[in-house]
């Protein structure tokens, strides 16, 4: 079982440019949720996908957008990218409302 | 509502000693307490976690002490190793399942 999968693990983008992270959910599990974890802070929930919807919302601008495709895997697309993006983007899996599993994140530097 | 409040900030413990950290959480609708370890770099691992019914819950060296009507919950980890070492952030899930993070410890244990 090769747990949750995130890809790219780091990357460096220009303020302005559109990113996109991935994640494939750990196997059986079909809910996917999205995170974002400053340097010395707790991950912050981005937003929640069940059955290729999104499900629930955290408090993050419409720069932030999704998509779960039908194998369960997910992308976290940031438009606009600012200064202030720059963060650890964590992704977690779940089946139903069990324990969530996180991957080994996204470090994103916006310069 | 939706805080959790986490200290000490970090907290320092001789090998052998006992780590504590505590959490505060005001939201009673939360059905579900994690524990995640975290080293640098790397994503968040759940410890232990668990749920409002149970007032302790023990695997191995980690011990979940809950307190429903006080509104608390803590982390005990005994004969504290070098190796565990890392940050620790204790999480509370809402309703639908979003996981709400404390603000982190980060824990040094010196031989």
């Known amino acids: 079982d090769a747990g949750v999968t995130q890809s790219p693990t780091h990357l460096i983008k220009t303020r302005g440019q559109q990113v996109t992270l991935r994640c494939s959910p750990k196997?059986?599990?079909?809910?996917v949720s999205w995170y974002q974890q400053a340097l010395g802070q707790g991950p912050q929930f981005i937003f929640q996908?069940?059955?290729?919807?999104?499900?629930q919302r955290g408090n993050f601008p419409d720069r932030f957008s999704g998509h779960q495709f039908p194998n369960y895997s997910s992308e976290l697309n940031v438009n606009a990218l600012l200064l202030g993006d720059s963060a650890l983007y964590l992704c977690?899996?779940?089946?139903?409302?069990?324990?969530?599993?996180f991957g080994q994140g996204t470090r994103l530097t916006v310069v | 509502q939706q805080q959790v409040k986490q200290s000490p900030q970090s907290l320092i413990v001789q090998k052998g000693g006992i780590s504590i950290i505590n959490c505060a959480y005001e939201?009673?609708?939360?059905?579900?307490f994690p524990w995640y370890q975290q080293f640098p770099g790397k994503g968040p691992a759940l410890l232990i976690a668990?749920?409002?019914?149970?007032s302790e819950k023990k695997e191995g060296r980690f011990t979940i002490s809950f307190n429903k009507s006080a509104k608390q919950f803590s982390l005990h980890i005994m004969d504290s190793q070098p190796g565990d070492s890392a940050t620790y952030f204790c999480?509370?899930?809402?309703?639908?399942?979003?996981?709400?993070f404390g603000t982190g410890t980060r824990l040094q244990v010196f031989p």
């Open positions: 977690a899996s779940a089946w139903g409302n069990t324990e969530a599993f």
């Open positions: 196997s059986g599990h079909d809910t």
């Open positions: 996908y069940y059955e290729e919807e999104e499900r």
């Open positions: 939201n009673t609708a939360f059905d579900y």
């Open positions: 668990i749920r409002p019914d149970v």
């Open positions: 999480a509370a899930r809402g309703v639908p399942d979003k996981l709400i």
